[in-house]
């Protein structure tokens, strides 16, 4: 088995479309050139963005498996009805 593979199944990573973290900057208030502030401009700070991910119990093919979605995925498996609701899980 190769690195990359046992890098990707314990990390932030969407089972469904790959979604993983992603880094970039945040910055507080921007005080900048029109207020003529340039001493109290915030700083960037070099920050990571992690996926919203849920662990999420799937029917594909007529078989249950558990699965890390992230919210976009999960919203869109609901859409499409293959994570069956509560309501239908105490019924049936």
Known sequence: M???LLFQSMSYICDNCGKT???GRSQRH???VAGKRWKKRAQKTIRVFKPNLQKVSVVLSGKRLSMKLCAK???RFKKDGRIP???SLAVG
Request: glycine residues 20%; aromatic residues 6%; positive net charge.
């Open 2 to 4: 190769s690195g990359k």
């Open 21 to 23: 973290t992603v880094a």
């Open 30 to 32: 921007g005080r900048g």
């Open 73 to 75: 995925c999960i919203k």
């Open 85 to 87: 609701s509560y309501s």
